[in-house]
């Protein structure tokens, strides 16, 4: 069965530095892959996909298929990115999506 | 265009009852996906519905059924009410895709939370 994990459940930084968050897939064909944001007291939305290989809100991912990951990224984390993220994988033919458990990232100031 | 409504917005209901939960989706488009998240994990997909028909399925129990009315609403039915079914219930909606390759992009509403006692 195809399976997103996200291995953290809560990340926190400080302003200015690095962030990473983690997202790991199985799936045997060829994956479409995303992230989704909430932010507080908002609605899920879509953050970036991997074939659009768009940096959005300074972010970017990378489909690693060796490693089987989609890493999110951010050189410098803002006090704005503080939200729950999710990667989620597309069944394809079935137009469904899979997410991960989560990630809370608290950007500290 | 108010994006993808769902009403209500919280609802408590007790053990075997029944609930039913509303879905207008964004305008322009006409398919509809439903998602329980439960507590802390992510949104776990439930069923779509195109053209008025349930197109797809996920790992739940036939106590979940829905139904897409023409002008594309949806609602989200669940008889016999389990403390398990609490949860926020997601509604997404789409254009349907032009190709089993393709994605279009699924927009969520703000959620229903179902409590279960």
């Known amino acids: 069965a195809q399976r997103v994990t996200q291995p953290e459940k809560l990340l926190s930084v400080f302003k200015g530095a690095p962030v990473e968050l983690k997202c790991n897939y199985s799936y045997s064909g060829s994956p479409e892959l995303f992230w989704y944001v909430q932010y507080s007291r908002q609605r899920l939305q879509l953050l970036l996909r991997h074939i659009s290989r768009e940096s959005i809100k300074g972010f970017t ?8 990951s989609f890493h ?3 050189p410098f984390a803002q006090e704005e990115d503080s939200a729950m993220y999710y990667c989620a994988s597309l069944i394809q033919g079935a137009q469904k999506l899979v997410f991960g458990q989560g990630t ?3 950007i500290n100031p | 265009d108010a994006g993808v409504t769902q009403s209500p917005t919280h609802l408590i209901k007790t053990r075997g009852q029944q609930v ?6 964004k305008s322009g488009h006409d398919t509809v996906s439903w998602y329980q998240q439960a507590l802390g994990q992510g949104p776990q997909f439930i069923f779509q519905y195109y053209e008025e028909e349930e197109r797809q399925r996920g790992n739940f129990p036939d106590r979940f059924s829905g139904h897409q009315f023409p002008n ?3 609602e989200l039915n ?3 009410l389990l403390l398990g079914d609490s949860a926020l219930y997601l509604c997404a909606s789409s254009r349907i895709w032009d190709s089993p390759s393709s994605y279009n992009e699924q927009f969520f509403g703000p959620g229903t939370r179902l409590t279960v006692l």
Not at chain 1, 61 to 68: H, S, V
Not at chain 2, 20 to 25: E, H, N, W, Y
Request: glycine share 4%; with cysteine.
């Open chain 1, 61 to 68: 991912a990378d489909l690693n298929k060796g490693e089987t």
């Open chain 1, 72 to 74: 999110l990224k951010k």
């Open chain 1, 104 to 106: 809370r990232l608290t």
């Open chain 2, 20 to 25: 039913t939960l509303r879905c207008s989706p």
């Open chain 2, 72 to 74: 594309y609403s949806s």
């Open chain 2, 78 to 80: 669940v008889n016999a």
